[in-house]
């Protein structure tokens, strides 16, 4: 049923930008709650932001100020625009959302490496 596919991740220089890219298949994206988490080595999965159907939107306190997230439904994407970038957002970033109860569907994760 829905797959979801992220991209934008690589390596960035401390205070750089990212732009991150999830395409999600399917008829049903626009009535879709998503979210982006990541996950540093040897730490918990941590939810980042999360953009409801409406258009509403929540950040995780660590990245509040400089990362956006955003959704464009006529291409069933959402982007999260990573600002200010700082070596502890070093992490693999991945695309969520629900299909219905008990029915989480990820992505395949992208790779953000953010160093000198």
């Known amino acids: 049923q829905v797959q979801l596919v992220e991209s934008g991740g690589g390596l960035v220089q401390p205070g750089g930008s990212l732009r991150l890219s999830c395409v999600a298949s399917g008829s049903s994206f626009s009535t879709y709650t998503m979210n982006w988490y990541r996950q540093a080595p040897g730490k918990q999965r941590e939810l980042v932001a999360t953009?409801?159907?409406?258009?509403?939107?929540n950040y995780g306190d660590s990245v509040k100020g400089r990362f956006t997230i955003s959704r464009d439904n006529a291409k069933n994407t959402v982007y999260l625009q990573m600002n200010s970038l700082k070596p502890e957002d070093t992490a693999v970033y991945y695309c969520?959302?629900?299909?219905?109860?008990?029915?989480?569907?990820w992505g395949q994760g992208t790779q953000v490496t953010v160093s000198s």
């Open positions: 953009i409801t159907s409406a258009g509403n939107t």
């Open positions: 969520n959302t629900r299909l219905g109860p008990g029915l989480p569907s």
